[in-house]
Structures are given as structure tokens and as C-alpha cells.
């Protein structure tokens, strides 16, 4: 898969420490939410994103519950579609959970704009995003993050979880893709 990649743009131990600092971070954050008794639950967006969360509550030092949802916005390809559609939703009722949803990467910010809708209209007691990756386009909907594990460059990425066509994902690493693969 290496020489697929024309650029390393974070190594696996980059990755590492900057989710074990987004990790302690949360930590303190939600500490007092833990001691009065009130429930955290990470929401991860499949498929991309469940590396990141694994990791993520592993470095978080506080009980959560574990959920997942799928979206897809992407085809196969390495283009969107422009289409944000739910394909799994979380398992459990959020109703009065503080939410954290922990996604790989915010490019157009359309799936985590649809996301933050979707979940807040379920009256969670808190709702934040998490990203590994925001990506640097000029053409961005508006999503405010409580973390951002890297401003990365207006490529196309993978590793970590990101793939191309489901290749990809578990390259320990995360790198720009030589154009010529998708092209
Ligand atoms: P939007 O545009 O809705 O996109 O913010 C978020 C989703 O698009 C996918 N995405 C990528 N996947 N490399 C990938 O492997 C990329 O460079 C990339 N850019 C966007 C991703 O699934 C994310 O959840
Ligand atoms: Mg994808």
C-alpha cells in the first residue's frame, strides 16, 4: 500500500500523541458531567472514524458509552456525491446523554452538518464534534468543533481509517493518495 502514497502527512506516532491530548482534554472536560452522575457516550461515524474513537476512548480517563452511526456522503470514489444519507443510526437513546461525536474528517462539513441536526432534534444534554482532520477548502459549511486533531491540506487522504474504494484503512499512518490511483 506504500507506494500508493505520495506523501506522509501524519505518522503513526503523530496520530498517537494527538489523540492521547484530545483524550486528556476530554478528560478534564467532561469531568464534572461524570461526577454528577450524567451519562457520555462517543459517537463514532462509520466507517472512517472507528479507528479514531477506539483510540480516543482508550486515552479518555472516564466511563463513556460506545455508539456508532453510519453515513455516506462519499461513493466508492473519491468525489462526494453531495447526498448525506443515514445508513445505521446509534444503538441506545441519547435523550439527556452528553454526545461527542468523533468523526475522521470535515471537508464540505456536509455529513457532520446533517449529523448535528439529526442528533440534536433527539434532545441529547450535550451535543460536540470531534474531528481528526479539518480539511483546508474554501467551500465549508459551517461546523464548530470542540477539537481538531490536524488542519490537513484540500487532498484526498487516507489511512487511519480513511479509505479510498475500502483500501486504505488500515495503513497506520494517514497520506495524500497519488492522484493517479483514483484518477
Ligand atoms: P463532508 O464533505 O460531508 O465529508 O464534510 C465528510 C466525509 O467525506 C469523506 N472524506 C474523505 N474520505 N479521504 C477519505 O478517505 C478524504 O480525503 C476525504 N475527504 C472527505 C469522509 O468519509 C468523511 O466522513
Ligand atoms: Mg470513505
Redo the contacts with the bound molecule.
Keep these: 500500500m506504500d507506494q500508493d502514497v505520495k506523501q506522509v502527512l501524519y505518522t503513526r506516532e503523530q496520530i498517537a500523541e494527538r489523540v492521547a491530548q484530545i483524550g486528556e482534554a476530554l478528560t478534564q472536560q467532561y469531568a464534572s458531567v461524570v461526577e454528577r452522575g450524567e451519562q457520555v457516550v462517543l459517537v463514532s461515524?462509520l466507517?472512517?472514524?472507528a479507528l479514531f474513537m477506539a483510540d480516543l476512548a482508550r486515552e479518555m480517563d472516564i466511563p463513556v458509552e460506545m455508539d456508532y452511526i453510519a453515513?455516506?456522503?462519499?461513493g466508492s470514489g473519491?468525489k462526494?456525491s453531495g447526498v448525506?444519507r443515514m445508513i445505521k443510526d446509534v444503538s441506545s437513546d441519547i435523550s439527556g446523554k452528553h454526545v461527542i461525536i468523533a468523526?475522521?474528517?470535515?471537508?464540505?462539513?456536509?455529513?457532520?452538518?446533517?449529523l448535528l441536526k439529526n442528533l440534536a432534534s433527539r434532545g441529547p444534554a450535550s451535543l460536540t464534534v470531534v474531528t481528526l482532520?479539518r480539511?483546508q477548502?474554501r467551500a465549508?459549511?459551517q461546523?464548530e468543533c470542540a477539537h481538531v486533531g490536524f488542519e490537513?491540506p484540500d487532498?484526498?487522504?487516507?489511512g487511519y481509517?480513511?479509505?479510498?474504494a475500502e483500501r486504505?484503512r488500515n495503513l497506520p499512518y494517514i497520506g495524500i493518495?497519488k492522484p493517479e490511483v483514483y484518477q
Design positions: 461515524v466507517r472512517g472514524a453515513i455516506s456522503s462519499y473519491a462526494s448525506v468523526e475522521d474528517i470535515l471537508d464540505s462539513g456536509l455529513t457532520l452538518s446533517y482532520l480539511k477548502t465549508q459549511a461546523v490537513c487532498e484526498f487522504v487516507v481509517g480513511l479509505d479510498y486504505y493518495l
